[in-house]
């Protein structure tokens, strides 16, 4: 009977393993559908995420903070988004976007023919030389755009040419050829022209390029924070929280999207199933979740949360943010390690007890990503992250079929059990 009790058990140990896998590949691959539109500030995409964590919170039986609402409303002050056509013909080859070309996250728009001007990386490092070159361009029309041809450029020569694009797109449009991986994020401001990066592999200097971007400048746009909470199971006046930001950068035009499978529908999925873990066993802290939007334009929605919080600073025992959940081959990292020794100890004690994980890396503070405005509040927190071959980020590569949520149990298991284990 023993041996076949202990077989059950097993089973049960296996099942809820499996099931807990596929409710957060589950919640993961809807945040990263298209009817999501990237989680970002095209056709509300941020709106349609948070009305969907509402719900998932709500379904598990966990609730707001106290008489607050779930939605903690906040404006960003500007943002540039592309809501509508995304085109670059070269010359009559139509180029993909976001595999071939990318347009700056601050680009203006247009629609017309652009006929390139070269300018070299040689040209580009001596001022005066391009003082010359951009007003021979200018006065003899040698063309209506500004082609950098900087396909070539590595190591400090790419970091000072780096913002001459952007500061010549305030003048003339700009072709900007780079033979890097494409990485994108949110634009705060808007340039006054087009400003188009495009991949060596395929620029051809000699043609010609038929644009119709689509630009607009929001001057404030409203979006919000997901706040949800387990009370203790006893009287308590400390609360454990964990954070995780569902916004991603939305759309470049109508037909790409940023799906933003690891950063961070990952760590999302990863918020509900915590909720869900505490809904069942409550502890003996109260636990606070916070899906933060503005992540991505700058961490404007933690700060709002801090500069707005219905919560005492001095009352959290520990702050947990989670993101880019997805892999985890090669172990986590924890930002603040060094702030917070005696912690980061105790998540290497459970993980060496437990061998869950390859190893914890230790990182020093960083602003990052939205623990940061805690800390700088005195809140000790983790910003803790996977490592992995999954190397795809800010780009279209980032889905939800990339993910392999290798070490997803053994990073619940870890997280859960840290909690359990920090000095009340």
Known sequence: ????????????????????????????KTLCSPEFHGRGYVNKGDSI??????????????????????????????????????????N????????????????????????PFIISIETALDQELLGSEILRFVEDRRGNALYLDFGAAKGD?????????????????????????FTWSVGREKLKHPLIYIQDSIANKNAMFNINIESEQVA???TQNVIAHIPSKKMCAKTIVFTAHYD??????????????????????????MAKYFKEHPSDYNILFIAFAGEEAGLVGSKYFVENT?????????????DIMGSGEEGITAVNSTLFEEEFNLLNEIND??????RIKKRGPAANSDHYWFTEKGVPAFFIYTMGPNKNYHDVFDTYEELSFVEYDDITNLLVTFVERLEK
Do not use: C, W
């Open 1 to 28: 009977m023993p041996k076949i009790l202990s077989l059950l058990g097993l089973l049960l140990i296996g099942y809820s393993t499996n099931a807990q896998i596929d409710e957060v590949r589950r919640i993961t």
């Open 92 to 115: 009559d080859q139509e180029l993909e976007p976001g595999v071939h070309f990318m347009v700056d996250p601050s680009s203006g728009g247009g629609n017309k023919t652009l006929k």
């Open 310 to 322: 219905p919560i005492k600073l001095k009352k959290i025992k520990f702050l947990l943010n989670l």
């Open 49 to 90: 995420a948070a009305d969907f964590l509402v719900a998932e919170f709500e379904k598990i039986g966990v609730g707001a903070y106290k008489k607050e609402p779930m939605l903690q409303s906040f404006d960003i002050d500007g943002i540039t988004r592309f809501p509508g056509a995304m085109s670059i013909k070269q």
């Open 220 to 222: 404030k746009y409203r």
């Open 248 to 273: 991603h950068l939305g759309r470049m035009g109508e037909s790409t999207y940023f799906p933003g499978g690891n950063d961070n529908a990952s760590g999302t999925a990863m918020l509900i199933t």
């Open 157 to 181: 020569t790419l970091k000072q040419l780096r913002g001459l694009g952007n500061a010549l797109a305030e003048y003339h449009p700009v072709i900007e050829v780079i033979d890097r991986k």
């Open 353 to 358: 007890e437990k061998k869950l994980l390859a």
